[in-house]
C-alpha cells in the first residue's frame, strides 16, 4: 500500500494527491469491498463465489429494464433483492445439501448468468436517463453535488458510504457475534464445528445468500452511478474480489479472515488502476496487475503456513554454495535422495524472482539517474515495468529450462539412459544456476549496447552453465565423458537450429 502511495506520487503528483481524485479511488472500491465483504464471512467458512461479477450484473440490468418499462422503483429493488437472496439460497443448498463442489457450481451459475444477461438487456446497454433519475436509486449510488468554489471537493460518491457502512457491520458480524465465530469454526475444521453442535450447513447457506446480496446491492449501486449497465458489466470482477479478500488476509483455505484487509486489498486494485491511468497506460496492463496479485497472494497464502526465517537459506543459498563447492559432490547427493522436483522448482524460483528484482532496481535507478533508454521486448521503464518484467522473466526462465530439458533429454535418450524425465529436469535446473546472472546481457540489450559485448556477457553465463550440464549428465545419468559430452552437444545443436529458425522468421518480417 505505501508503495502504491509513493508511486502514485512520484508518476503525478498534482493529480494523484488532489481531494477529488483521493475520493475517487475510494469510490473506485466499492463494488470490489462491498462483494468482498460477503465473500470474506463465504471464504472464512469454507467455500468461495465464482459468480458474484455476472449477478451484479443481472441484477443491475433487470432494475434498468423494469424500471424502463414503468415499474415502481422501490418495488424493483426489492423485487431484485429477493431474487438476490433465492440465488444465493439455491446455490448453498446445491453445495451443502448435493455435496457438489463450489468451484463446479459457481463457474456454472457464473456462464448461466452471462447468459441471462445478454437476454435481459438482448445485446444492448440499458440506461437511466438524468430525467427519469429515481431518488432511492440516488440513495444507493449516486453523486451528491457540493456546489463550486473553495470547497476540496466538488462531488461526494454516496457509495462511499455504503462501503464503510458495510464494512462496520461486516467486522461486528465477523468478530463480535456467534455466527462469526460459527462461521470461522465451520471453516477451520467443519468436523469438529459439527461435533460441537454447529450446523455447518446454515452457517454456509446463509453466507451464500449474504454474498448474493451484496453483489446485488453493489449491481444497483454500479448502475445508479454509472447510469447504465452492459453486457460486459461485472465481467472480472470475481477475479478481483477473491483477490481482495486474499491479499487482505483471508485465509484461502477457511477459517480466518479480516474486513478491514478486505477493504484495504480492494484499495490496491484501486490504486493500481488509477496510478496506471495517471500514468498514461490505461488500463491495458490492470488485468497483468490482477493476475500478479492473485498468483502472489495464493502464493504468500500458501508458503506463510511454513515460514521459516531460514527458507530462503535452505532452499536456494545452501544448494548454491554447495553446487559451488563441488558440483560433483552434490550432483551425487541428488542422485541418492529421493527428493522429486518440488526442491528444484523452487530453487529455480527463487533464482528467478533475484533475476527479476535485480533487474528491475538496476534499470529502475540508471533510468531515473542518467535517463538512459531502456527497451528489452515489451518492457519499458515505469509503472509498466512492474508488471511485464515479471513475466517477461518468468517466460524466458521457464521456457530455457523446459526446451533445454527436452532437448537434453533426447540426447540421453539417445545415448542409452536408465533415468527419466525428472532426472534429466533436475540437472537442468541446477545447471542453471548462474542464469540469475542474465541480467547483466539483458541490461546492456536493453541499453542497447553494442550486439557483440551483449553476446559476450550472455555467454559468459551460459558457459559454466553448460559445464555444470556436462557434470550434471554424467553423475545423474552415470554416462562416461564421452556420452556426457555429446549430449550436451546434442542439446546445443538443437538450440542452435531453434535460434536460426527464429532469426530466419524474424528477419523476413523486418
Given at each position: 500500500m505505501?508503495v502504491l502511495?509513493?508511486?502514485g506520487?512520484?508518476?503525478?503528483?498534482?493529480v494523484?494527491?488532489?481531494?477529488?481524485?483521493?475520493v475517487?479511488?475510494?469510490?473506485?472500491?466499492?463494488v470490489?469491498?462491498?462483494?468482498g465483504?460477503?465473500?470474506?464471512?463465504?471464504?472464512?467458512?469454507g467455500?468461495?463465489d465464482?459468480?458474484?461479477?455476472?449477478?451484479?450484473a443481472?441484477?443491475?440490468?433487470?432494475?434498468?429494464?423494469?424500471?424502463?418499462?414503468?415499474?415502481?422503483?422501490?418495488?424493483?429493488?426489492?423485487?431484485?433483492?429477493?431474487?438476490?437472496?433465492?440465488?444465493?439460497?439455491f446455490q448453498?443448498?446445491?453445495?451443502?445439501?448435493?455435496g457438489?463442489?463450489?468451484?463446479?457450481?459457481?463457474i456454472?451459475?457464473?456462464?448461466?448468468?452471462r447468459?441471462?444477461?445478454?437476454?435481459?438487456?438482448?445485446?444492448?446497454?440499458a440506461?437511466?436517463?438524468?430525467?427519469?433519475?429515481?431518488?432511492?436509486?440516488y440513495?444507493?449510488?449516486?453523486?451528491?453535488?457540493?456546489g463550486?468554489?473553495?470547497?476540496?471537493?466538488?462531488?461526494?460518491?454516496?457509495?462511499?458510504?455504503?462501503?464503510?457502512?458495510f464494512?462496520?457491520l461486516?467486522?461486528?458480524v465477523?468478530?463480535?457475534?456467534?455466527?462469526?465465530y460459527?462461521?470461522m469454526f465451520?471453516?477451520?475444521?467443519?468436523?469438529?464445528?459439527?461435533?460441537?453442535?454447529?450446523k455447518?450447513?446454515?452457517?454456509?447457506?446463509?453466507?451464500?445468500?449474504?454474498?448474493?446480496?451484496l453483489?446485488?446491492?453493489?449491481?444497483?449501486?454500479?448502475?445508479?452511478?454509472t447510469?447504465a449497465?452492459?453486457?460486459?458489466?461485472?465481467?472480472?470482477?470475481?477475479?478481483i474480489?477473491?483477490?481482495?479478500?486474499?491479499?487482505?488476509?483471508?485465509?484461502?483455505?477457511?477459517?480466518?479472515?479480516s474486513?478491514?484487509g478486505?477493504?484495504?486489498g480492494?484499495?490496491?486494485?484501486?490504486?493500481?488502476?488509477?496510478?496506471?491511468?495517471?500514468?498514461?497506460?490505461?488500463?491495458r496492463?490492470?488485468?497483468?496487475?490482477?493476475?500478479?496479485f492473485?498468483?502472489?497472494?495464493?502464493?504468500?497464502?500458501?508458503?506463510?503456513?511454513?515460514?521459516?526465517?531460514?527458507?530462503?537459506?535452505?532452499?536456494?543459498?545452501?544448494p548454491?554454495?554447495d553446487?559451488?563447492?563441488d558440483?560433483?559432490?552434490?550432483?551425487?547427493?541428488?542422485?541418492?535422495?529421493?527428493?522429486?522436483?518440488?526442491?528444484?522448482?523452487?530453487?529455480?524460483?527463487?533464482?528467478?524472482?533475484i533475476l527479476?528484482?535485480?533487474?528491475?532496481?538496476?534499470m529502475?535507478?540508471?533510468?531515473?539517474?542518467?535517463?538512459w533508454?531502456?527497451?528489452?521486448?515489451?518492457?519499458r521503464?515505469?509503472?509498466?515495468a512492474?508488471?511485464?518484467?515479471?513475466?517477461?522473466?518468468?517466460?524466458?526462465?521457464?521456457g530455457l529450462?523446459?526446451l533445454?530439458?527436452v532437448?537434453l533429454?533426447?540426447?540421453?535418450k539417445?545415448?542409452?539412459?536408465?533415468?527419466?524425465?525428472?532426472?534429466?529436469l533436475?540437472?537442468?535446473?541446477?545447471?542453471?544456476?548462474?542464469t540469475?546472472?542474465?541480467f547483466?546481457?539483458?541490461?546492456?540489450?536493453?541499453?542497447?549496447?553494442?550486439?557483440?559485448?551483449?553476446?559476450?556477457t550472455?555467454?559468459?553465463?551460459?558457459?559454466?552453465?553448460?559445464?555444470?550440464?556436462?557434470?550434471?549428465?554424467?553423475?545423474?545419468?552415470?554416462?562416461?565423458?564421452?556420452?556426457?559430452?555429446?549430449s550436451?552437444?546434442?542439446?546445443?545443436?538443437?538450440?542452435?537450429?531453434?535460434?536460426?529458425?527464429?532469426?530466419?522468421?524474424?528477419?523476413?518480417?523486418?
Open positions: 505505501s502511495l509513493v508511486l506520487t512520484i508518476v503525478r503528483a498534482d494523484f494527491l488532489s481531494a477529488d481524485n483521493l475517487g479511488i475510494v469510490r473506485n472500491t466499492a470490489t469491498a462491498i462483494i465483504y460477503g465473500m470474506t464471512l463465504l471464504m472464512v467458512s467455500e468461495f465464482l459468480s458474484v461479477g455476472s449477478l451484479m443481472v441484477c443491475g440490468a433487470l432494475v434498468a429494464t423494469m424500471y424502463g418499462t414503468g415499474y415502481p422503483i422501490l418495488f424493483v429493488v426489492l423485487l431484485v433483492l429477493l431474487f438476490a437472496g433465492l440465488y444465493g439460497l448453498g443448498l446445491m453445495i451443502t445439501k448435493l457438489l463442489p463450489s468451484l463446479i457450481v459457481t456454472g451459475t457464473l456462464t448461466l448468468l447468459g441471462a444477461n445478454l437476454v435481459i438487456l438482448q445485446g444492448q446497454t440506461t437511466i436517463s438524468s430525467d427519469n433519475y429515481p431518488r432511492l436509486i440513495y444507493i449510488g449516486g453523486v451528491a453535488e457540493l463550486q468554489g473553495p470547497a476540496l471537493l466538488n462531488q461526494f460518491p454516496i457509495q462511499i458510504v455504503w462501503t464503510i457502512a464494512l462496520l461486516g467486522y461486528y465477523l468478530n463480535k457475534t456467534a455466527f462469526g460459527r462461521a465451520t471453516g477451520g475444521s467443519k468436523e469438529s464445528a459439527t461435533r460441537t453442535g454447529i455447518t450447513d446454515h452457517v454456509k447457506i446463509i453466507n451464500f445468500m449474504l454474498v448474493a446480496l453483489a446485488a446491492f453493489a449491481g444497483i449501486g454500479q448502475l445508479a452511478f447510469q449497465v452492459s453486457p460486459s458489466t461485472g465481467q472480472g470482477t470475481e477475479l474480489v477473491i483477490a481482495s479478500v486474499v491479499i487482505g488476509g483471508t485465509n484461502l483455505f477457511g477459517g480466518e479472515g474486513m478491514p478486505t477493504f484495504l480492494a484499495l490496491v486494485f484501486a490504486l493500481t488502476q488509477n496510478i496506471l491511468v495517471l500514468a498514461g497506460l490505461g488500463v496492463l490492470f488485468q497483468v496487475f490482477t493476475g500478479i492473485i498468483i502472489s497472494a495464493v502464493l504468500i497464502e500458501v508458503l506463510s503456513r511454513d515460514v521459516r526465517i531460514e527458507y530462503l537459506t535452505e532452499e536456494y543459498i545452501d548454491l554454495t553446487l559451488a563447492g558440483a560433483e559432490s552434490f550432483f551425487e547427493y541428488v542422485r541418492s535422495d529421493v527428493q522429486g522436483i518440488d526442491e528444484p522448482l523452487m530453487f529455480a524460483t527463487i533464482g528467478t524472482l527479476t528484482l535485480v533487474t528491475l532496481v538496476a529502475t535507478v540508471v533510468d531515473f539517474a542518467v535517463g533508454g531502456f527497451s528489452f521486448t515489451i518492457v521503464p515505469g509503472v509498466a512492474l508488471g511485464t518484467l515479471p513475466l517477461v522473466t518468468f517466460m524466458l526462465m521457464a529450462i523446459l533445454s530439458t532437448f533429454h533426447a540426447g540421453v539417445a545415448v542409452g539412459t536408465r533415468r527419466d524425465f525428472d532426472t534429466t533436475q540437472g537442468v535446473i541446477y545447471s542453471f544456476a548462474p540469475v546472472l542474465l547483466v546481457p539483458i541490461l546492456l540489450s536493453g541499453w542497447s549496447f553494442l550486439t557483440p559485448l551483449v553476446l559476450g550472455a555467454a559468459l553465463v551460459f558457459l559454466p552453465a553448460l559445464y555444470l550440464l556436462y557434470r550434471s549428465t554424467r553423475v545423474l545419468h552415470e554416462f562416461s565423458g564421452r556420452d556426457a559430452a555429446l550436451v552437444a546434442t542439446m546445443v545443436v538443437l538450440w542452435a537450429l531453434v535460434a536460426a529458425f527464429t532469426l530466419t522468421q524474424v528477419s523476413g518480417v523486418n
